[in-house]
């Protein structure tokens, strides 16, 4: 018998907090399609460093999920981003 292939965790899908859904949109998603999501808003609002690419301007959509308007490196603003995603139980659904 062939076992079934599971998820890896980073495919499992998280819930998003509000402040966070209104760049990324509604979840729950897969917690990889967060930070595609969130450098594509990234891109689009042109919020990157134009010497230091790894530097984020953040605008006050983005500033709210940061909690400060000031620059952050991009290694930086993936932990405060982590803090509005949930692990959803196995029970929940959506």
Do not use: C
């Not at 984020?56 to 000031?70: E, F, G, R, T, W």
């Not at 290694?75 to 803090?83: D, I």
């Amino acid at each position: 018998m062939r076992k079934e292939k599971k998820n890896s965790a980073f495919m499992r899908p998280v819930d998003i907090s509000e402040t966070l859904a209104v760049i990324v949109g509604k979840g729950p998603m897969p917690r990889t399609a967060v930070p595609k999501k969130l450098w594509e808003y990234i891109r689009e609002h042109k919020l990157q460093d134009q010497t230091d690419k790894r530097i984020i301007h953040p605008d006050q959509k983005l500033a709210a999920v940061l909690d400060s308007l000031q620059p952050i490196s991009m290694f930086q603003m993936t932990g405060k981003v982590s803090k509005h995603l949930k692990e959803l139980e196995m029970s929940d659904k959506h």
